[in-house]
């Protein structure tokens, strides 16, 4: 069993710089993947980044690619988001989650945290 714990979530105006925190536990992460995603109101939950915790593979979607950073610490079992430049479309409740394969498909990962609320003002 996997417990994933989202943080850092908050307010922010456009421009502005906020770092997520996915902090696991309960199991070893060698072999998983793990992945941001993000659900505005009304909108289908969407792909952010990827992780791999074995080899550090990445993957941004497009849509924050430049902008956004995913990155892990091994000691710490914490997956962070570095999110810069923030524009108001960013806001949503961010989640991690963890899964096998590294998908940006959100049904292929298993474990998932409670989620965050990130806002960004114009």
């Known amino acids: 069993q996997v417990q994933l714990v989202e943080s850092g979530g908050g307010l922010v105006q456009a421009g502005g710089s906020l770092r997520l925190s996915c902090a696991a536990s309960?199991?070893?992460?060698?072999?998983?993947?793990t992945g941001w995603f993000r659900q505005a109101p009304g909108k289908e939950r969407e792909f952010v980044a990827v992780i791999r915790w074995s080899t550090g593979y990445t993957s941004h979607a497009d849509s924050v690619k430049g902008r956004f950073t995913i990155s892990r610490d091994n000691a710490k079992n914490t997956v962070y988001l570095q999110m810069n430049s923030l524009k108001p479309e960013d806001t949503a409740v961010y989640f991690c989650?963890?899964?096998?394969?590294?998908?940006?498909?959100?049904?292929?990962?298993?474990?998932w945290g409670q989620g965050t609320q990130v806002t960004v003002s114009s």
């Open positions: 989650a963890v899964g096998a394969s590294g998908s940006t498909w959100a049904p292929a990962y298993t474990y």
């Open positions: 309960g199991s070893t992460f060698s072999s998983y993947a």
